[in-house]
């Protein structure tokens, strides 16, 4: 029997243009958007749709344009009859995720997102903080790197572990390429500063978390439909209460992504679907395991793949 993962993209998956033509083909998908446009009391879609890239790329767009784009194409595959035995989303497409499952609703989680990107946006000053991949090191090496790095003086921790051998790092701008240039000295294949606005996922994120707290008192939080797997422990949440916590110490803490798709892997889930713009989150699965099937969804032609391939499953 196949069991059904959906997965939700984080930042950096953003384009403009993304989920235009599903919009224009699908009635359920055009209305989240218009929800989007009314919850912001703007014409987000616009900017989405025919926009300014640079402009897409501020934290306090590109967190509701994913969000918005995601859930549109899960309104898509929900209407063609899909049901998810788990959802997880990596790092911002955890909210995708609760929203697809029923435990926020979309107006709540589009608003609770353009204010946790502004949010993330003000807690450092720019060029303060910054976040790095590190490709080809084992999660014991990098510990040990990111130790010295901090001992050396600067602050910086491991920020993402989203498959073997590929770890991301964040931290002041001096304590990332402290590491970058102690990994490349431990036999990193390739150690490379990113170009973000912040660095998330780390402890400089914790005013923005204590601020993240007070937006998530406000909403009301729902027990998961499906099981929605958190970032932060890599289990799923056994109830409403815990999900608010979790989401406050995602900002700050590592995204446990391999552990993640692991722990689906372990439940017997042998299909993922990534509903969103792109397909990084589908790369990071085939990384872990090449025996899976995995489905990535952002246009006319993945959708019509994706579903004769799930037809032929017998799902």
């Given at each position: 029997m196949t069991k059904v993962a959906l997965l939700f993209p984080g930042q950096g998956a953003q384009h403009i243009g993304m989920g235009k033509e599903l919009a224009e083909a699908f009635t359920e998908c055009k209305a989240i958007f218009t929800e989007a446009d009314e919850a912001l009391e703007e014409n987000f879609s616009d900017l989405i749709f025919n926009g300014n890239e640079e402009e897409l790329k501020r934290t306090e767009n590109t967190q509701p344009a994913l969000l918005t784009t995601s859930i549109a194409i899960w309104e898509i595959l929900k209407g063609k009859g899909l049901a998810a035995d788990y959802a997880a989303g990596h790092s911002l497409g955890e909210y995708s995720a609760l929203t697809a499952t029923g435990a926020i609703s979309f107006k709540e989680a589009v608003q609770a997102v353009r204010q946790r990107g502004q949010l993330m946006e003000e807690a450092v000053p720019a060029g303060k903080g910054t976040m790095a991949a590190i490709l080809g090191l084992d999660r014991e090496v990098l510990k040990e790197v990111v130790s010295q790095a901090a001992l050396e003086g600067g602050q910086v921790q491991a920020a993402n572990f989203n498959c073997p051998g590929q770890i991301v790092i964040s931290g002041t701008t001096e304590g990332v390429e402290?590491?970058?240039?102690?990994?490349?000295?431990?036999?990193?294949?390739?150690?490379?500063?990113?170009?973000?606005?912040?660095?998330?996922?780390?402890?400089?994120?914790?005013?923005?978390?204590?601020?993240m707290a007070v937006v998530l008192d406000n909403i009301t939080f729902e027990k998961p439909l499906v099981p929605v797997i958190s970032n932060v422990t890599a289990k799923p949440y056994l109830s409403a209460d815990e999900i608010p916590t979790a989401l406050v110490e995602q900002i700050y803490s590592p995204v446990m992504w391999e552990d993640t798709i692991k722990y689906l892997v372990d439940q017997g889930v042998d299909t993922f679907i990534e509903a969103g713009p792109g397909k990084v989150l589908s790369g990071l699965v085939k990384k872990i395991s090449r025996r899976l099937t995995v489905l990535p969804v952002y246009d006319q032609a993945s959708l019509d793949k994706a579903i004769s391939t799930l037809d032929e499953k017998g799902d």
């Amino acid at each position: 029997m196949t069991k059904v993962a959906l997965l939700f993209p984080g930042q950096g998956a953003q384009h403009i243009g993304m989920g235009k033509e599903l919009a224009e083909a699908f009635t359920e998908c055009k209305a989240i958007f218009t929800e989007a446009d009314e919850a912001l009391e703007e014409n987000f879609s616009d900017l989405i749709f025919n926009g300014n890239e640079e402009e897409l790329k501020r934290t306090e767009n590109t967190q509701p344009a994913l969000l918005t784009t995601s859930i549109a194409i899960w309104e898509i595959l929900k209407g063609k009859g899909l049901a998810a035995d788990y959802a997880a989303g990596h790092s911002l497409g955890e909210y995708s995720a609760l929203t697809a499952t029923g435990a926020i609703s979309f107006k709540e989680a589009v608003q609770a997102v353009r204010q946790r990107g502004q949010l993330m946006e003000e807690a450092v000053p720019a060029g303060k903080g910054t976040m790095a991949a590190i490709l080809g090191l084992d999660r014991e090496v990098l510990k040990e790197v990111v130790s010295q790095a901090a001992l050396e003086g600067g602050q910086v921790q491991a920020a993402n572990f989203n498959c073997p051998g590929q770890i991301v790092i964040s931290g002041t701008t001096e304590g990332v390429e402290r590491a970058v240039t102690l990994a490349k000295e431990a036999g990193a294949k390739r150690a490379m500063v990113l170009s973000v606005s912040g660095p998330f996922h780390s402890e400089l994120m914790k005013s923005a978390a204590g601020k993240m707290a007070v937006v998530l008192d406000n909403i009301t939080f729902e027990k998961p439909l499906v099981p929605v797997i958190s970032n932060v422990t890599a289990k799923p949440y056994l109830s409403a209460d815990e999900i608010p916590t979790a989401l406050v110490e995602q900002i700050y803490s590592p995204v446990m992504w391999e552990d993640t798709i692991k722990y689906l892997v372990d439940q017997g889930v042998d299909t993922f679907i990534e509903a969103g713009p792109g397909k990084v989150l589908s790369g990071l699965v085939k990384k872990i395991s090449r025996r899976l099937t995995v489905l990535p969804v952002y246009d006319q032609a993945s959708l019509d793949k994706a579903i004769s391939t799930l037809d032929e499953k017998g799902d």
